[in-house]
């Protein structure tokens, strides 16, 4: 039988004790790390980075962006030929001042536009586009929605109304306003991707209603204080009442240390058919924004901001509380100048000129998408003071002139407004192929001669989303031409009086560069 030497034995059972202690040790500084562990929660080293790229709700130092816009592709127009394509591209450069008045999601700020360029070619057209000088200083408010449909960006000129051409050289995609609401409100690290609301990317767009959104951005990486961030998505929703799609791809640059977005680039390619009062769109557009530091505004000086509208005024730069809201229907109105050039109207934004020619400009009423009326609007001769016609007689005017086509006069009156002029108004209904319609015929007749005609046709059902819409636009009309040659104005005994003329605002052509 096989034994194991006394010595040895004695050996071996020193080596089994040191195992036996070695493995006591080993498990006291596995249970010592397994607390550590419990009592940190997730290590910094056993995480990725996080950034934080949500924007100072404190900031308000003014910037100075430049804009440039680029814009290919063909327009879709209905003519008695069929629809027509026609080739288009747009070319924008502009500059302005922008100052933060408040902060959250409904921002205000105060902008100075030191200039608004654009060069739009559509077919054989080419035509030069720049704002006015009366119209550089704008106000622009983010209007928060919530779950209703409108547009969410409102920009007013506090120096008078703006024509729609002026509107659609500054309204455009990519608004500076919205920028802060495509950063995430959390920490992301690099790769993390986070979605967009449908409410920010209708505001980037400039939809009025969103039907379905899937747009993200993730971190692509960092340099130094500088995060580089990539977007891309599609949207689909409506605006004026048309129904389009859109993709989106962009590039960004977020400033760590100042919280701020510093460059945007934006590339949106849409698909849109033809409106009720716009052209269809298959166009791709191309925006490149830069945002800089402006410690000493040019423009923009505390006196500037100390006159502006209660809404906007800074005191203090403490507006981020205010509460108050610009009045809707006088600040946020359009003017338009007749192609004839002796009348001008003032009107809100649903009303678009789908026609402006010499004799007849029409105009038309969109109203949440839906088309609820159109006017038509026809300079007449000037006819001497005492040969204005009488109400009867503008009345039998009215039925001759709809016919057969008229089943009922439902009112006629007249009155004097606030300019001196007198107003004859006729409201009559009858059916066009079965449909019943509605037509209210206004005859504004100038103390001096001058008179215009307004037809209203609206079908039965939508009269009263019509509302008083038709009263406040002929309200706002204003004979600001000169004396009508003698050709134009019928003899009289009493010569006519003197007119002052009004400055003309500068014309558009309109072309839009909404998208």
């Known amino acids: 039988m096989f034994s194991i030497p006394r010595r040895a034995c004695h050996l071996l059972e020193c080596l089994i004790a040191a195992i036996a202690l070695l493995s006591v040790l080993a498990a006291g500084i596995r249970a010592d790390d397994a607390r550590a562990v419990d009592a940190a929660g997730d290590s910094d080293i056993a995480s990725p980075a996080t950034f934080d790229l949500c924007p100072n709700p404190a900031d308000q130092q003014a910037s100075r962006v430049r804009l440039q816009l680029e814009v290919g592709g063909h327009l879709s127009v209905a003519g008695q030929g069929g629809v027509q394509k026609l080739p288009m591209s747009v070319v924008a450069d502009m500059a302005y001042e922008e100052q933060f008045l408040s902060t959250g999601s409904a921002r205000r700020s105060v902008r100075y536009y030191e200039r608004s360029d654009a060069v739009i070619k559509v077919g054989k057209s080419t035509l030069d586009e720049e704002l006015a000088d009366d119209r550089c200083l704008i106000l622009a408010r983010l209007n928060d929605l919530g779950e209703r449909a409108g547009p969410r960006i409102t920009l007013v000129s506090p120096a008078g109304p703006l024509t729609r051409d002026q509107l659609d050289l500054i309204d455009i ?54 995060a580089s961030i990539t977007l891309s998505g599609v949207v689909s929703g409506a605006s004026e009442g048309v129904s389009t799609e859109i993709s989106l791809k962009a590039k960004y640059r977020f400033d760590l240390t100042e919280h701020r977005i510093r460059e945007f680039n934006l590339a949106v390619e849409e ?53 108050a809201t610009l009045p809707e229907e ?66 039998n005017d009215v039925q001759f002139a709809f016919g057969e086509r008229m089943t009922e006069l439902v009112s006629a009156s007249q009155w004097e407004d606030d300019r001196g002029h007198r107003v004859f108004r006729v409201v009559a209904r009858g059916k066009v192929e079965e449909l019943p319609i509605e037509w209210r015929s206004y005859l504004v007749a100038h103390r001096d001669g001058h008179r215009i005609n307004f037809t209203f046709t609206v079908e039965g059902p939508l009269s009263d989303q019509l509302g008083q819409a038709d009263h406040r636009l ?3 009309v204003e004979y600001i031409g000169p004396e009508p040659s003698a050709k134009e104005t019928e003899p009289s005994a009493e010569k006519p009086k003197p007119v002052t003329t009004a400055a003309q605002p500068k014309r558009g052509r309109g072309v839009r560069l909404r998208r």
């Open 474 to 476: 002929v309200s706002s």
């Open 271 to 323: 698909k849109r058919p033809i409106g009720h009062a716009s052209p269809g769109v298959d166009v791709v557009a191309k925006l490149n924004i830069r945002i800089g530091p402006l410690p000493q505004p040019k423009h923009l000086t505390e006196t500037v901001l100390a006159k502006l509208p209660p809404p906007f005024r800074s005191t203090g730069r403490d507006t981020a509380t205010a509460e």
């Open 173 to 226: 995609v990519g608004s500076s306003l919205v920028l802060p609401d495509l950063l995430p409100n959390e920490p992301v690290a690099i790769g993390q991707s986070w979605q967009h609301t449908e409410q920010a990317i209708a505001a980037l767009v400039r939809l009025e209603a969103v039907s379905h959104c899937d747009v993200q951005s993730a971190i692509d990486r960092i340099d130094g204080d500088q």
């Open 330 to 395: 006088t600040a946020t109105q359009l003017c338009h100048r007749l192609s004839g050039g002796r009348w001008q109207l003032a009107h809100d934004r649903r009303w678009y000129v789908a026609a402006d020619e010499q004799r007849l400009t029409i105009l038309r009423l969109i109203d949440r998408g839906d088309l609820v009326a159109q006017c038509n609007v026809r300079p007449l001769s000037a006819k001497s003071p005492e040969r204005h016609l009488t109400l009867e007689e503008f009345q």
